[in-house]
């Protein structure tokens, strides 16, 4: 497992531990499931799913050609929870006092968000190959191998 595949998993986590503790705190004090609601769904899902999904990918899917991807997945992983972390501390706040500004600056954590899918998506392009495509690449590679041995020797 490479450092970034290692910190997704890491944050997944982390939302994990915080939407457990929100959930709690709802039944402490259920006058803040109306403006925290929202915040410990995506908590949840964003957080800790998607997280999760897109740290296990880049570890565990294929790499045809032996592909690296470190640019991507930092900028996936700082996308992702950047934005995420802008909605989880503004959103509360705007749902108590609505403003203008915040709804601007929850516009662009959504954007980061979607930045951090587009980017995936287009890594894991690279990767979904097929069983033949994989076998093709691996006779490439010995090929280029035995060729530059030969060159060597």
Wanted: aromatic share 16%.
């Amino acid at each position: 497992m490479f450092y970034y595949e290692f910190l997704f998993i890491r944050a997944s986590l982390f939302y994990l531990v915080y939407t457990a503790i929100l959930g709690f705190l709802f039944y402490l004090e259920p006058g803040w499931m109306g403006f925290l609601r929202s915040s410990h769904v995506h908590a949840g899902l964003v957080g800790f799913m998607v997280n999760l999904v897109f740290g296990v990918a880049y570890w565990m899917m294929p790499r045809p050609g032996q592909i690296k991807q470190p640019g991507l997945e930092l900028a996936t992983l700082v996308s992702l929870n950047a934005g995420l972390l802008l909605r989880l501390l503004l959103e509360p706040y705007h749902l108590l006092h609505p403003a203008a500004a915040l709804r601007g600056w929850l516009t662009f954590a959504a954007l980061l968000q979607l930045v951090a899918v587009l980017i995936f998506a287009y890594a894991m392009k690279q990767r979904v190959v097929t069983n033949q495509m994989l076998w093709k690449l691996r006779k490439l590679r010995e090929a280029r191998e035995r060729n530059g041995n030969a060159k060597k020797d």
